[in-house]
């Protein structure tokens, strides 16, 4: 599949719309990225993130997976991750080594 300026617009939309309704975080250059998309606009009650998702889903010409299949998919929500390590400050910011 091509990237273009199209496609990539679509793909960051989507993605801060999944985040912002679905707390999901997805990167573009992950390998399954626009699968893991796909699948977790199925699971939106927005009807614009699912129009979305089939626009990507036409520029990709990828089948949409079944819906529910979203947090099997390896979609991780985002949570906070506890530092692990020593603190220390460095120029007034937090560094854990």
């Given at each position: 599949?091509?990237?273009?300026?199209?496609?990539?617009?679509?793909?960051?939309?989507?993605?801060?719309?999944?985040?912002?309704?679905?707390?999901?975080?997805?990167?573009?250059?992950?390998?399954d990225a626009i699968t893991a998309?796909?699948?977790?606009?199925?699971?939106?009650?927005?009807?614009?993130?699912?129009?979305l998702g089939q626009k990507l889903?036409?520029?990709?010409?990828?089948?949409?997976?079944?819906?529910?299949?979203?947090?099997?998919?390896?979609?991780?929500?985002?949570?906070?991750?506890?530092?692990?390590?020593?603190?220390?400050?460095?120029?007034?910011?937090?560094?854990?080594?």
């Amino acid at each position: 599949m091509e990237l273009n300026k199209a496609v990539l617009d679509c793909m960051q939309s989507l993605r801060r719309r999944l985040r912002e309704e679905m707390s999901i975080d997805i990167r573009l250059s992950q390998p399954d990225a626009i699968t893991a998309m796909l699948s977790a606009c199925l699971d939106s009650n927005n009807e614009e993130t699912r129009l979305l998702g089939q626009k990507l889903a036409g520029f990709s010409d990828t089948s949409l997976p079944a819906p529910g299949k979203a947090l099997q998919s390896g979609i991780v929500p985002i949570q906070p991750k506890e530092p692990t390590g020593s603190l220390r400050m460095y120029r007034g910011q937090r560094v854990y080594t």
